[in-house]
T-cell receptor, first 114, second 107 residues
């Protein structure tokens, strides 16, 4: 157990639907990162939050949104799902925003869109 | 254009061999990371480098900022080292990932 908890582990949903992925960071970590890993695109950075504020934005689609709550857990919302959104979604956390103390990854949520 | 290039893409080694995985990048970075992803999918952060060299057990990571190049070395490789190794760079407001090196260590 890395200390970063992601739920659910697996999710199967239909095209056009909306889902929410949840991430609880390791105790004491203030920063949360979201990544998408698909077979054709590899790992891609989506977005980073630090202590509730958006800190950096990567290749996140407009159909996707995220937030970090006061208790520091984060949610990634994916809407109007398409087949191409099927991927592993990882969350990672770090103590500070720059990751200078390293990153801890969750075990991922496998999303399948049918 | 890929901001991060890794080589080789695939690597098969005999147990005990010394292994080197290379990473070149084309952007300015604040840090470079080496990640390990096991067949089950979980990702572990191995190293974060901004300069020089770091060692952890049988793993050594080096970075040359001027040449924009990093290497990950595994000494005395073992079958449990079989995994995908991914190089990632942090530009301060963006992360870019290599496509990974799939390592198989044969007993």
């Amino acid at each position: 157990d890395s200390g970063v908890t992601q739920t659910p582990k697996h999710l199967i949903t239909a095209t056009g639907q909306r889902v929410t992925l949840r991430c609880s960071p390791r105790s004491g970590d203030l920063s949360v990162y979201w990544y998408q890993q698909s077979l054709d695109q590899g790992l891609q950075f989506l977005i980073q939050y630090y202590n509730g504020e958006e800190r950096a934005k990567g290749n996140i689609l407009e159909r996707f949104s995220a937030q970090q709550f006061p208790d520091l857990h984060s949610e990634l919302n994916l809407s109007s799902l398409e087949l191409g959104d099927s991927a592993l979604y990882f969350c990672a956390s770090s103590l500070l925003g720059g990751g200078y103390y390293g990153y801890t990854f969750g075990s991922g949520t496998r999303l399948t869109v049918v | 254009k890929n901001e991060v290039e890794q080589s080789p893409q695939n690597l098969t080694a005999q147990e005990g061999e010394f292994i080197t995985i290379n990473c070149s990048y084309s952007v300015g970075i604040s840090a470079l990371h080496w990640l390990q992803q096991h067949p089950g999918g979980g990702i572990v952060s191995l190293f974060m480098l901004s300069s020089g060299k770091k060692k952890h057990g049988r793993l050594i990571a080096t970075i040359n900022i001027q040449e924009k190049h990093s290497s990950l070395h595994i000494t005395a490789s073992h079958p449990r080292d079989s995994a995908v190794y991914i190089c990632a760079v942090d530009t301060g407001n963006q992360f870019y990932f290599g496509t990974g090196t799939s390592l198989t260590v044969i007993p």
